[in-house]
C-alpha cells in the first residue's frame, strides 16, 4: 500500500508539472535577437551562391584579416570568427560534410548564439552564418545534433526556459526550425538557484534537473539525458543525468537518473555537457565538471531497464578546469563505421589580460576502445596535409643530465615528431616554445614508472605506469599570465614499446599525443617574440632518440 502511494504522489506530481508547464510555456516571450538573419535556398548551388554574397560571412572575413597577425591567433585551430567563444556544440556529418557547432557572442548582443563552420577534412573550415538564434530562450547554450536520414535535429539549453529542439533538411544545415512545442522539457522561473532548478512553478519537488540536454533515438522513442547533480545530501553534490523520453519530441515523459555504478567520479562533479554514444562494444558517456575538467565513463547500456552501467572512468583532463585546459566536449560518431568517434574541445585561456582568444578549438580526435576499456586517441581528419617545410634528425644517444638544445629546429606553429627507445631513464624533457636564454619553454615530459600500478590490467605484480606531463610554469614571464599546475596523466607502455611524442603547437596552444594512448593540452602565451626554440633532455641517463621529425604547419585560413 505504501509502495501505491507513492506512485500515486509521484503521477500526480508529474501531472502538475504538466499542467504547471503549459501556463509556464505562455509565460515565456518572444525576443527576438538584433544579429542579422538570413533565409537561405534548399539547393547545395543555390546556397553556395548566396553564400558568395552574405554579408555576415563578408564580416567575418573582414575580422578574421584583422587578427590573424596577432602571435597569439591559432593558424591551424579553430577559433571564432567575431567575438568570444564558449562549448562545441552538435558536431555531426551531414551529407559529406562535417558541421561544427559552438557557442558564440555576436557584437551586437549578449545573448549567446550557435555558431557554425563546416570541413571536409576536420581541419580546413569554412565560417557559416550563426545557425540557431536565441528568442523565447535568453541565450541558445550546450547540446547536440541527431542525424536521421531525412533531417538534422539539434536539441539544446535554452537559458531561462529548458530544452529545445529545431531542425534542418538542407544541405549545409543553414535554414533551422524551432519546435511550437519549445520548450519540449521546461524548466521553471522563480526562485534564483537550486531551489529553482528542483522545484516546479507549484512549489512541488522535481526529480531532475534541466541543463546541457544530450538526444538519441532507440526504436520508436526519442530518449535525452538532461546534465546536473543530484538532490544535494547536506552540502554534498555528486554528477548525474536524468533520462527523458518522447514519441514526437514534443511531450517527454520523466523516467530516472540514468546511470548507475559510477563510483569513479568526485563529490563536488556535475554531468554538464553529456555525449552518450557507442564506442566498440561498449557505451561512452563523455561529460564535462566545472569542478574537475572533461572525462568520461565506459559501460554498457542496458536497453531493458534504460539504464547506463558504469565500469570504468578516464580523463581528458588532470587538473581543475581552469585556467588553460580543456573544456567541454562534443563528441559524434565517425562515418567510418568501425565503431570509434570523433570529439573536439574547447580549450580555456590563461592570459587575463587579452580578452581576444580566451577560448579556441582544439584538433578534432578519434576516439576508440582497445579491449573493454582502454581509450585509444590519435588526431582525427587530414592533420599531415598542412605540413610543409620539414626537417629532421639522425639518429643519436642523448646525453645524461644535459641539455641539448636544437638550432635548426624553431617555431611556434609546428609538428614535431619524436621516438625514444625505451625509455629507461628518470624523466626524458621535451623543451618548446622556448627563449634562446631559457627565459621562457614549455617543458613536456615523460616519467617512466612514476605513475600508479594498473591493477586492473596487470594485476599487482604489474609495472607501474608512465606519466606524461606538460608544465606551463615557465612559458611566459607576464605578469597578466595565470600558470596552470603541471598537466600529468597516465601513459602505460608495453614491455619493449618505445615512446612516440606528436606535438603540435600552434602559438598559443600546445597539445602532445603519446603512443595513440594519452592527449594533453594547454594553453600557453609567451610574452617574447623569440620564444620559438626547442630542446631536449635525458635526466638521471642517456637516452636513445630513434628519430625526430618537424614540419612547419600552414595555415588553415
Request: hydrophobic fraction near 35%; charge should be neutral.
Amino acid at each position: 500500500m505504501e509502495i501505491k502511494k507513492i506512485y500515486k504522489a509521484l503521477i500526480l506530481t508529474l501531472l502538475t508539472s504538466l499542467c504547471s508547464a503549459q501556463a509556464e510555456k505562455k509565460a515565456l516571450k518572444s525576443v527576438k535577437s538584433p544579429v542579422p538573419s538570413f533565409e537561405f535556398a534548399d539547393q547545395l548551388q543555390e546556397q553556395e551562391a548566396q553564400l558568395a554574397e552574405n554579408p555576415m560571412l563578408k564580416r567575418f572575413a573582414k575580422e578574421r584579416t584583422k587578427y590573424l597577425s596577432d602571435p597569439y591567433c591559432p593558424s591551424y585551430h579553430f577559433v571564432n570568427p567575431e567575438g568570444r567563444m564558449n562549448d562545441p556544440n552538435g558536431l555531426c556529418f551531414w551529407q559529406g560534410r562535417w558541421h561544427l557547432f559552438y557557442q558564440a557572442y555576436p557584437p551586437e548582443t549578449d545573448r549567446t548564439h550557435w555558431g557554425h563552420a563546416v570541413s571536409t577534412d576536420l581541419v580546413h573550415w569554412r565560417d557559416l552564418p550563426y545557425a540557431i538564434y536565441p528568442d523565447i530562450e535568453k541565450s541558445s547554450y550546450s547540446g547536440n545534433t541527431l542525424v536521421e536520414q531525412d533531417r538534422v535535429i539539434a536539441m539544446y539549453h535554452g537559458v531561462g526556459a529548458g530544452s529545445m529542439i529545431a531542425t534542418a533538411t538542407d544541405p549545409l544545415l543553414l535554414n533551422w526550425e524551432k519546435s511550437a512545442a519549445n520548450p519540449v522539457i521546461p524548466m521553471f522561473r522563480g526562485a534564483r538557484g537550486e531551489a529553482a532548478r528542483r522545484r516546479g512553478p507549484d512549489g512541488s519537488p522535481l526529480p531532475y534537473r534541466i541543463h546541457d540536454p544530450f538526444l538519441w533515438r532507440k526504436g520508436d522513442f526519442y530518449y535525452a539525458i538532461t546534465s546536473g547533480t543530484l538532490p544535494a545530501e547536506g552540502k554534498r553534490q555528486y554528477r548525474a543525468n536524468f533520462l527523458h523520453r518522447s514519441d514526437d519530441l514534443k511531450t517527454w515523459e520523466y523516467l530516472h537518473p540514468f546511470d548507475e555504478g559510477d563510483r569513479f567520479t568526485l563529490v563536488g562533479d556535475d554531468g554538464a555537457c553529456p555525449y552518450f554514444l557507442p564506442i566498440g562494444k561498449r557505451y561512452m558517456l563523455a561529460t564535462f565538471s566545472h569542478q574537475s575538467g572533461s572525462q568520461y565513463l565506459l559501460g554498457d547500456y542496458d536497453k531493458q531497464r534504460d539504464k547506463f552501467v558504469v565500469s570504468s572512468h578516464g580523463r581528458f583532463t588532470f587538473n581543475a578546469s581552469r585556467p588553460s585546459a580543456l573544456h567541454a566536449p562534443s563528441v559524434a560518431p565517425s562515418p567510418s563505421g568501425d565503431g570509434s568517434l570523433i570529439a573536439i574541445f574547447n580549450m580555456n585561456a590563461q592570459n587575463m589580460g587579452y580578452p581576444a582568444f580566451r577560448q579556441v578549438m582544439s584538433l578534432p580526435r578519434r576516439l576508440w576502445l582497445e579491449g573493454s576499456d582502454d581509450l585509444r586517441v590519435a588526431p582525427a581528419g587530414e592533420i599531415e596535409s598542412l605540413r610543409g617545410k620539414h626537417q629532421s634528425l639522425q639518429p643519436m644517444t642523448l646525453p645524461a643530465n644535459k641539455e641539448v638544445v636544437l638550432d635548426d629546429i624553431k617555431g611556434n606553429a609546428m609538428e614535431i615528431k619524436v621516438v625514444i627507445a625505451k625509455p629507461r631513464t628518470s624523466m626524458f624533457e621535451l623543451c618548446v616554445l622556448r627563449s634562446p636564454n631559457k627565459e621562457e619553454y614549455t617543458r613536456i615530459m615523460y616519467y617512466p614508472n612514476r605513475g600508479l600500478l594498473n591493477q586492473r590490467r596487470f594485476g599487482r605484480s604489474g609495472p607501474q605506469e608512465g606519466l606524461l606531463s606538460i608544465d606551463s610554469s615557465y612559458s611566459t614571464t607576464s605578469d597578466r599570465v595565470m600558470c596552470r599546475a603541471p598537466e600529468t596523466g597516465p601513459v602505460q607502455l608495453d614491455n619493449g614499446e618505445d615512446l612516440t611524442l606528436r606535438v603540435f603547437i600552434d602559438r598559443s596552444v600546445v597539445e602532445v599525443f603519446a603512443n595513440d594512448k594519452q592527449c594533453l593540452a594547454i594553453r600557453v602565451f609567451p610574452k617574447r617574440a623569440d620564444s620559438i626554440g626547442v630542446s631536449l633532455r635525458s635526466q638521471g641517463q642517456e637516452t636513445q632518440v630513434k628519430s625526430l621529425d618537424a614540419w612547419e604547419m600552414k595555415s588553415i585560413w
